[in-house]
């Protein structure tokens, strides 16, 4: 009886997940193809969920309405598992200290992976939150480095282009970036 109802909560939930991500894929077809992209590397899965934690109809409206695009520097898994345990908790928890680390993650505007390895060092690139990222010297050949301004936190990118076709280019990152890592 206890694995039936165990597996009957689980189908219950599975299937709220699916009509919450399809709900959230419904206000544009830009975002549908970035999700699905997201999902298909199973790299992502921590970052997708903290994007469902958040809300994604925003997200999902930026990406519909940018004229010049986006970029999404998407942490991997890894990268996630890297967090103190404060600060996975302070994710899950804290609803403006997620928005603002989800806000780090996104550039605007669009840059292709040609533009990110062509840019000069020291070229400086905008995220939602206000923080200016600058691409730094990677100590991973063929990489590109990515740092707060002023700040010893860094990213480096790992994969480019998951999604060049959409309105946003989504690139797989190394870390996460956290807000108070990202001022001065």
Not at 91 to 117: E, G, M, N, V, Y
Not at 140 to 151: H, N, T, Y
């Amino acid at each position: 009886m206890a694995k039936k109802l165990l597996a009957f909560l689980l189908l219950v939930a599975a299937f709220q997940l699916s009509l919450q991500d399809q709900k959230l894929r419904d206000g544009s077809q830009e975002f549908s193809y970035f999700w699905t992209k997201l999902q298909k590397t199973n790299r992502h899965w921590n970052f997708l969920a903290y994007l469902r934690l958040a809300g994604i109809s925003s997200l999902s409206k930026l990406l519909s309405t940018t004229e010049s695009g986006i970029t999404i520097l998407a942490p991997v898994d890894a990268g996630f598992a890297q967090l103190s345990d404060f600060n996975a908790t302070r994710l899950r928890k804290d609803p403006a200290f997620l928005a603002k680390t989800l806000q780090l993650h996104i550039l605007t505007p669009k840059a292709t992976a040609a533009k990110l390895h062509q840019d000069v060092l020291g070229t400086e690139y905008q995220t939602l939150a206000g923080v200016t990222l600058e691409k730094r010297n990677s100590t991973v050949p063929g990489k590109v480095q990515l740092a707060a301004k002023g700040s010893s936190t860094f990213t480096t990118i790992l994969t480019f282009s998951l999604s060049a076709r959409s309105a946003a280019n989504v690139h797989s990152v190394s870390h996460v970036m956290l807000p108070y890592q990202s001022t001065l």
